[in-house]
């Protein structure tokens, strides 16, 4: 995965996860990358950026609020989803939003 | 810091921050801790979500766009934003949007 997300100008749609696991899995680690990779293969991708301590941020990237729900209806992304609510995680929030505006250095 | 804000129901601002760093240094790390504790006490302040691995990741949630402009020109804050583009960051976007919408377990 890059680090940084290369996404167009704005407007576009930012999935926000936060997330906490119940403990270190490599399993967990595998389902992961195996999920980035099939959404980069998603209509209307656009990037994902994600970084783990205490917590773990996923931000993906996306054209529009369609491309999203065709992503959260993706057959391999609700067994994921599926294992991830039992099994990995203690807590999550999923948050959907807008971006705006954007700027970098 | 709390590892998930408790944001309130939708519509509100999050500001999506990534950034990789020059090099680990104390003197960000303080800075970082001293940054949130203002946020907090700024008006229109909702809640700050950070984690770093390869990446930094930090979202900050606000009422709206008001509170974030007025938080970017917070005095304390500008001097922090200086030193974090000329001595800390190698690199960094911002991304500011509205959350529409979210779920949780």
Do not use: C
């Not at 749609?13 to 980069?40: G, H, Q, R």
Request: glycine share 4%.
């Amino acid at each position: 995965m890059k680090m940084f997300a290369k996404t167009p100008k704005p407007p576009y749609y930012a999935v926000i996860f936060t997330s906490t696991l119940k403990s270190e899995d490599p399993e967990y680690d595998k389902m992961a990358d195996l999920m980035v990779n099939l959404a980069t293969k998603q209509d209307g991708f656009l990037g994902i950026e994600s970084a783990r301590s205490e917590v773990g941020i996923t931000v993906s990237y996306w054209r529009d609020i369609t491309a999203i729900k065709q992503w959260k209806a993706q057959t391999d992304h609700q067994v994921a989803q599926s294992k991830g609510k039992h099994q990995w995680y203690s807590h999550y929030i999923t948050r959907i939003s807008k971006v705006e505006r954007d700027y970098q250095m």
